[in-house]
């Protein structure tokens, strides 16, 4: 399975993708996780913190070579975060081919409620959130028992500004390949285990 996923920023991509990883055994290659992990690297752009701060995207050369050297080793994955840009898309479909686009839908007021209250793992980078997803301890994970912890870009201007910069450069990149590729469409405004029903059974073809 190549596949692709996308949807709002809140939409619960990264719960889908971690259970799919545990499950399924298909690489979750999350690149907002993997760009927190090296924020503090040196590039000739500025270090990644410097865009993630502001609720920019990093440059497109520095995410695209972080990609093709995990790509390099994997047959089976789901790229989450990327690609973000037709740049991005150009640069992917020189490196490997696709099967399939999962699409996430949830209104922009959802994205706000739940990235507002939203809490991440410090270890592991599940998240949770107050109302929808609380953890069964306040401010530990349940998997393992890490403190959690609230994303600095979590702060209301700065996701407003996020949300802004997903509709100019991400959604053409979701239309675009909704034309070329396999679509499974989800309504993520349900509870996560009424969605990972629904999209693991219709993964399934894929895996
Ligand atoms: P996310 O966890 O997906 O919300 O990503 C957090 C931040 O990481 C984004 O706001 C961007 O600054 C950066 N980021 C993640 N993936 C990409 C990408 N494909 N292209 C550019 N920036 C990215």
Known sequence: MKGLIFGPLGAGKGVQCRKLEK???????????????????????????????????????????????????????????????????SYLSSITDLSVMVYMHVSDETTLNRLKNRQICSSCNESYHEEYKPPAQTGQCDSCAAPLVERSDDDEEIIRHRIEVYKEKTVPVIEHYSDQLDVISIDAERPHDVVWKELSSAIRPYL
Request: glycine share 8%.
């Open 23 to 89: 499950q399924e055994g298909v690489r979750h290659v999350e690149t907002g996780t993997i760009l927190r992990e090296n924020r503090e690297m040196e590039t000739p752009y500025g270090t990644p913190a410097d865009y993630i701060e502001a609720g920019d995207y990093v440059p497109d050369e520095v995410i695209n070579e972080v990609v093709e050297q995990i790509l390099r080793d994997e047959s089976r994955f789901i790229l989450d975060g990327y690609p973000r840009t037709m740049s991005q898309v």
